[in-house]
């Protein structure tokens, strides 16, 4: 069975990050954008980023596009932009879309974990899935979840 370690993905630099690295740890990923309404949410991520780090919770952000042309820049700008404006130290990764035909294979893979009811396809920017320690578990948050209100879930799978 596939699961979240199985997938590469490139980050904002361009190199190549293998998901096997995060094996044992918690995962939030987060479709970004830097130019949405929800874009302040990188303050709350960063905080969970620095309150959880210690104790295994990897927060990463994958630049998104595809709704209201929100995120226009280049990787360099965007990631610039997170760290300058956000403080952001967690990884940024390589702009990607999260549906349609060119969809990263990591978006297919949560939104066929995840699909409900509603279909799977992603709404709208700041969708965050949050993956337990051997990856058998995912919960998806919609857009307006703040980060804060993770907390209890993150601190569940970080046992």
């Known amino acids: 069975m596939t699961k979240i370690y199985d ?3 490139l980050t904002s630099k361009g190199q190549e ?3 096997k690295l995060f094996e044992g740890k918690v995962l ?3 479709n970004t954008a830097s130019k949405c309404g929800f874009t302040p949410q990188f303050a709350g991520l960063e905080e969970l980023n620095q309150k959880y780090k210690d104790r295994g919770l ?5 630049p998104c596009n595809q709704f209201g042309n929100q995120d ?3 990787d360099e700008e965007i990631s610039g932009f997170c760290q300058l404006n956000y403080g952001v130290t967690f990884q940024i990764m390589k702009k990607v879309d999260v549906n349609g035909d ?3 294979p990591i978006f297919k893979y949560l939104k066929e ?3 409900g009811l509603l279909g799977s396809a992603i709404k709208w920017n700041f969708t965050k899935f949050l993956i337990s320690r051997n990856g058998d578990t995912i919960k998806r948050f919609a857009p307006v979840t703040a980060p804060k209100k993770l907390e209890k879930d993150i601190e569940k799978m970080l046992g």
Do not use: E, M, R
Not at 58 to 62: C, H, L, R, S
């Open 113 to 115: 974990q995840t699909g």
């Open 58 to 62: 990897v927060v990463i952000g994958f």
């Open 7 to 9: 997938y590469k993905a």
């Open 17 to 19: 990050l293998d998901f």
């Open 72 to 74: 226009p820049g280049s």
């Open 102 to 104: 060119n969809a990263d």
């Open 28 to 30: 939030l990923i987060v």
